[in-house]
Nanobody
Framework: QVRLVESGGDSVEAGGSLRLSCEVS????????LSWFRQAPGKEREGVAA???????QYADSVKGRFTISQDDTKKFLYLQMDSLKPDDTAMYYC??????????WGDGPIPATRYDYWGQGTQVNVSP
């Protein structure tokens, strides 16, 4: 059973930093696409960043240069380092995992959340002005 558990969400002031973590278990394939999404109240869930099993990373234009997606050496943890946070970054942040090929589709920008089958429960990030 695939399980993803996010943590690290908090309330910070604009310009601050946070690091989100996602513990991944139960994914048995050697290849994968791990991603971060976020959803603000009244808005659709949107892709933030993705990392594939071969290490390629992709980012939404809105976070390029400010956010960094990474994994630990064990591949059991996914991270999202968020710097220079803005009030527009306020949202519930989710990690998701699915087939490797999904990361290739990120080349034209974030792909819809509906393409992913496995999700965590989310962690809340609030950025005040």
């Amino acid at each position: 059973q695939v399980r993803l558990v996010e943590s690290g969400g908090d309330s910070v002031e604009a310009g601050g930093s946070l690091r989100l973590s996602c513990e991944v278990s139960g994914w048995t394939r050697s290849t994968y696409c791990l991603s971060w999404f976020r959803q603000a109240p009244g808005k659709e869930r949107e892709g933030v960043a993705a990392i594939s099993s071969d290490g390629d990373t992709q980012y939404a234009d809105s976070v390029k240069g400010r956010f960094t997606i990474s994994q630990d050496d064990t591949k059991k943890f996914l991270y999202l380092q968020m710097d220079s946070l803005k009030p527009d970054d306020t949202a519930m942040y989710y990690c998701a995992v699915d087939k490797f090929i999904l990361c290739r589709y990120w080349g034209d920008g974030p792909i819809p959340a509906t393409r992913y089958d496995y999700w965590g429960q989310g962690t809340q990030v609030n950025v005040s002005p």
